[in-house]
Nanobody, 113 residues
Framework: QVQLAESGGALVQAGGSLRLSCAAS????????LIWYRQAPGKQRDAVAT???????DYADSVKGRFTISRDDAKKTVYLQMNSLKPEDTAVYYC???????WGQGTQVTVSS
């Protein structure tokens, strides 16, 4: 089964930027939808950005205009560019597909005020 590995998380000041990567161990070109999720302490895991195989994107209202999702099927990687970060963006970020694969370990993003 394809495995997912997220990376790129860090501690950053409010207003800063990060680029997250999610590398798949196998092909993702057949995965019609790729999704970035995040889970803050004590909260449920929520989708923040999706991208289809055709490149159509969608974002949660809380990140719209600040985050950009992209995919590179040749590199088997999906990215999340995060700009104008806010303390409320602090969470563990995960990627996954439709249909779901096993969850990776995620990558911690911490935004200080």
């Amino acid at each position: 089964q394809v495995q997912l590995a997220e990376s790129g998380g860090a501690l950053v000041q409010a207003g800063g930027s990060l680029r997250l990567s999610c590398a798949a161990s196998g092909s993702i070109s057949s995965r019609k939808v790729l999704i970035w999720y995040r889970q803050a302490p004590g909260k449920q895991r929520d989708a923040v950005a999706t991208i289809t195989s055709g490149g159509t994107t969608d974002y949660a209202d809380s990140v719209k205009g600040r985050f950009t999702i992209s995919r590179d099927d040749a590199k088997k990687t999906v990215y999340l560019q995060m700009n104008s970060l806010k303390p409320e963006d602090t969470a563990v970020y995960y990627c996954n597909t439709v249909p779901l694969l096993s969850w990776g370990q995620g990558t911690q993003v911490t935004v200080s005020s």
